[in-house]
């Protein structure tokens, strides 16, 4: 966390406090109708996206050799190494893995939010409040925490908008 903010000021520094937006793709602009009202094209994009993505890392984790030893290396660090695991290798192998899908995030995010230079610290408080609900390394947790969490949300800004930040508290 002290990293995304020393990070952050220097991106400040270098690229000034701005927003930005992000335009949606072409083919992705527009309305699809759903139970009679309009529903962005984009934001169901996403939310497919999402969940293939989701799939594919839980496939990843719980049916492939390299998810068996990500396990392995998570739960025993030193009985995974003395089994033959390269264990530095795997965490670095893990370590981009999580840098790639923290980048696809950030680029199917874009165009929903305005992007400034304090959008990390808001999104790792986020997430956070996801680990916390769900636990920790728990998946189907995840899923729910940030369920939970974007519900909470979604009614909190409809019903509720001047305590909307409180919700996920």
């Known amino acids: 966390f002290g990293l995304i903010l020393v990070l952050e000021d220097f991106a400040k520094f270098v690229w000034g406090v701005d927003y930005k937006t992000v335009s949606e793709p072409e083919f992705l602009q527009g309305m699809v109708p759903m139970l009679g009202l309009g529903y962005p094209?984009?934001?169901?994009?996403?939310?497919?996206?999402?969940?293939?993505?989701?799939?594919?890392?839980?496939?990843?984790?719980?049916?492939?050799?390299?998810?068996?030893?990500?396990?392995?290396a998570s739960s025993d660090r030193e009985m995974a190494s003395g089994s033959g695991i390269n264990v530095p290798r795997l965490y670095t192998l893990v370590f981009a893995f999580g840098a790639w899908l923290a980048g696809l995030a950030g680029v199917m995010a874009a165009p929903l939010r305005s992007i400034t230079m304090d959008l990390g610290g808001r999104t790792i408080v986020e997430a956070f409040a996801v680990v916390v609900i769900g636990g920790l390394g728990s998946i189907p947790g995840a899923l729910l925490g940030s369920i939970i969490l974007g519900q909470l949300n979604a009614f909190g800004i409809v019903y509720l908008s001047r305590f909307e930040m409180a919700f996920m508290y």
């Open 41 to 72: 094209r984009y934001n169901l994009f996403v939310i497919l996206v999402g969940i293939l993505v989701g799939i594919a890392v839980w496939l990843l984790l719980a049916k492939t050799k390299v998810g068996k030893m990500v396990r392995a």
